[in-house]
């Protein structure tokens, strides 16, 4: 979605979680370098898309700025954008969130880290669906050996290593197609997926590419059981829950 966009929108893409759910994409430009959006509300697959369009203020760019504020979890980790200061949490980790990516505030990628940040470190793991490799990055600082960070999107491909080497981190990055690569073995697994590539994921996990450790997100409150079933023929049981506002996300061992 975010690469599509970007196609549109020289000037950057925002992706914001609203309160009642829903998620809203600011698409930026000068006069004359995005299309005519006319105001309407039309369907795309089963959601409910409302287009409008109006100037922003010439300070755009800087409040784009302000949007993009330091994650912290206690005194074990923060992660900020580059023009934040260090931190003395534990783990200080810098995300460029460039035109299309977050630096790791949104829910889904909270709950993620809050549940990584429990397991006890070491062996291999694999991030599925990195986005700009936040979780890969954290990963690797905890002491997670190797780290493989992989994605679908061009874009994340391309974040996702250049945020790893502003922490002074050689990652393996590379682009992944979850219905169709081959399924990487890994002792611990990190997929941020929406609800319905985590079914996908599922149903292709077997052998030795099932991990002894999964930590799904991206998935909602309502959706949080049945992906747990979804994973436990595999003897992939629950042993740990996180829910922040509509959001939630799993351990799965």
């Known amino acids: 979605m975010l690469a599509e966009l970007l196609e549109l929108a020289p000037g950057g893409v925002e992706e914001v979680a609203l309160e009642d759910g829903s998620v809203e994409y600011a698409l930026y430009g000068a006069p004359g370098e ?29 409040r784009w700025r302000e949007f993009h504020r330091p994650l912290s979890l206690g005194s074990r980790l923060t992660v900020r954008p580059p023009w934040e200061p260090p931190s003395p949490a534990a783990i200080d980790v810098v995300i460029d969130p460039g035109r299309a990516f977050g630096t790791g505030a949104h829910p889904t990628t909270r709950l993620c880290l809050e549940l990584l940040l429990t397991l006890p470190p070491g062996g291999p793991l694999v991030d599925l669906g990195c986005g700009s490799g936040v979780l890969a990055i954290v990963a690797a600082r905890l002491g997670f050996r190797p780290v493989r960070a992989l994605d679908n999107d061009p874009a994340a491909v391309a974040a996702a290593r250049a945020n790893a080497a502003a922490n002074h981190l050689q990652l393996d990055v590379q682009p992944f197609d979850l219905r169709s690569d081959p399924l990487p073995a890994s002792e611990t697994m990190l997929a941020n997926l929406l609800a319905p590539l985590l079914r996908t994921l599922a149903s292709r996990l077997e052998g030795r590419s099932r991990p002894a450790r999964l930590i799904v997100s991206g998935l909602l409150r309502s959706e949080a059981d049945e992906i747990a079933a979804a994973f436990a023929p595999l003897g992939l049981t629950e042993r740990a829950r996180l829910s922040r506002g509509d959001w939630s996300a799993l351990l799965l061992a």
């Open 34 to 62: 995005l299309p005519e959006l006319p105001t309407l509300r039309a369907l795309a697959g089963e959601a409910l898309v409302e287009v409008s369009s109006r100037p922003v203020a010439d300070d755009w760019a800087e």
